[in-house]
């Protein structure tokens, strides 16, 4: 049992004061902006509008200052931020197929209608520290570089028409919001895609990694990913018409994983799905393993007895908010509490000695 | 006739929520015009829970939330809304003053000179996107291995 307690405020005061001072750091040296944050340190801002599951850059970036860069702690400040605003209204679902996209690949097909597009990556860079080389001028060829025939259908709808694999069946059910109402367990599969978009990169990489080292297995392809800019659309019910109020970037992954059949089906490729606001490509592909091995039980595959089977285990321990506030309560004053266990252990002892 | 009507307003709102703040708070001021107007609604932050689908064509699921600023006003007997992206109450009242001057006979004059140019502007960033990204259009080659050379021998 925690019990409050009171006192401390000129210790608090200047321990706050300090830290104000902390970050801001040397003071010869100029002092950092949000607008430079927020286009400088894009994939910072990015994961905290993921885990922190609102999208404003602006505001991501003053968390970002404001936490003296750490992620967590800034995510937190937006998380708090999140619940003093009201909900207007819920958007049409997005379509990511007309996502106007900055990077689209796929690993399972090599020619795709569209092509391979790589974007602004870090694959295939020498992972070299280089000294910030400054921006280079693009070298766009408008003879090759064609961009007016950049229709991009999705790679999986393209094994769908094939019936290879699994369709993906809109079955019209009204999906719970996790941030309003807590999760039941066993929950569906829109509440564990909703809880691992805002959950931590770091605990869906670990998790996913493990699915790939034999914690299960689902053998999973990258069939396509893409990031870009997605329209989000609102109906204003006094206006009668549905709106585009607002454009976010967005990272997609879909799965190709290997489903051997049943008595009852043929032999099938199944899918995992990420989805992740922002530019958070580690994250996407984690997602999709782990929202994939999740899925066992309605494909019909053996409990192996792993984690990421486990939908209690994995979905009440991704969230970072969560689980910093449990585990770092405990540096906070547990006298009151540590006192009775004092007492207990000395009440045992003095028995165990008198026997 | 409405559903015209609708559909244009559909559009322009479309463009006004996306618009990037400090051209369309120049392209107005430009305008100059004097403005008398009265709050239906002050400008208010919101969120909007924005929605995606089950590998992309499913179910939906809540997916995670944006910031939009939202508000109303009356303006020669137009009634102007507001809805924009982000965290501005002076954009949305701009965009709402808009709203209410394309229902009037100011409709031209606002057309051209605020929303096809905020349209143009939206449209050159894309094409910009677009170029770019045909710019890194790889074709990765398959390379042989002793096995697909061993295959190419036999035949």
């Known amino acids: ?355 | 006739m409405k559903s015209e009507f609708l559909k244009k307003r559909k559009k322009w709102l479309s463009i006004l929520s996306q618009s990037d703040y400090g051209q369309l708070s120049s392209l107005y001021s430009d305008l100059k015009f004097a403005d008398k107007y009265e709050w239906i609604k002050k400008p208010e932050h919101a969120s909007v829970m924005v929605r995606g689908r089950i590998g992309g064509i499913g179910s939906q699921f809540n997916f995670g939330e944006i910031t939009i600023t939202k508000c109303v006003l009356l303006l020669n007997e137009c009634m102007g809304y507001g809805y924009v992206q982000g965290r501005s109450f002076d954009k949305a009242k701009i965009a709402a003053l808009c709203d209410a001057h394309l229902q009037s006979f100011h409709y031209n004059l606002v057309m051209e000179n605020i929303i096809q140019k905020l349209e143009k502007k939206k449209n050159v960033e894309i094409d910009l996107i677009k170029n770019q990204m045909a710019s890194t259009r790889v074709d990765f080659f398959a390379l042989d291995t002793q096995r697909t050379k061993n295959q190419k021998a036999d035949k």
């Open chain 1, 1 to 355: 049992m925690y019990v409050a307690v009171k006192g401390g405020e000129k210790a608090i005061k200047n321990a706050h004061d300090w830290l104000a001072q902390i970050r801001r750091g040397n003071t010869k040296i100029s002092e950092i902006k949000i607008s430079q944050l927020s286009e400088q340190l894009t994939l910072s801002v990015d994961r905290i509008i993921s885990e922190g599951s609102l999208f404003d850059r602006e505001l991501a970036a003053l968390a970002l200052k404001q936490s003296r860069g750490d992620l967590i702690e800034a995510i937190f400040l937006i998380r708090a931020f999140r619940t003093t605003l009201p909900r207007l209204a819920t958007s049409k679902p997005i379509n990511t197929t007309k996502m106007i996209c900055k990077r689209r690949i796929s690993a399972t097909f090599k020619d795709i209608p569209g092509g391979q597009n790589l974007g602004p990556t870090f694959d295939y860079t020498h992972r070299l520290l280089d000294g910030l080389k400054g921006p280079k001028n693009l070298v766009i060829d408008t003879e090759t570089d064609r961009a007016e025939d950049l229709d991009m259908p999705k790679i999986l709808d393209l094994l769908n028409k094939e019936g290879l694999i699994e369709d993906q069946i809109d079955t019209l059910e009204e999906p719970i919001d996790i941030t309003r109402s807590s999760i039941q367990y066993p929950t569906t599969r829109a509440a564990r895609l909703q809880a691992l978009s805002r959950a931590d990169e770091g605990f869906l990489l670990g998790l996913a990694y493990s699915t790939q080292r034999g914690y299960g297995g689902t053998h999973a392809f990258i069939g396509e990913l893409r990031i870009g800019l997605v329209a989000v659309n609102v109906e204003i019910p006094e206006l009668e018409i549905t709106i585009t109020v607002a454009e976010i970037e967005v990272t997609e992954c879909e799965t190709i994983n290997q489903f051997t059949g049943s008595k009852k089906e043929l032999a099938k490729f199944t899918r995992g799905y990420g989805l992740v606001m922002g530019q958070c490509e580690r994250k996407a592909i984690s997602m999709a393993l782990v929202d994939r091995a999740l899925r066992w039980k309605e494909l019909g595959e053996s409990y192996q007895n792993v984690p990421t089977q486990n939908e209690e285990f994995v979905i009440s321990h991704c969230d970072n908010i969560q689980s910093t506030g449990f585990v770092e309560h405990i540096k906070l004053p547990h006298y009151v509490d540590f006192q009775s266990e004092l007492e207990l252990v000395r009440k045992i002892r003095s028995q165990q000695m008198k026997d």
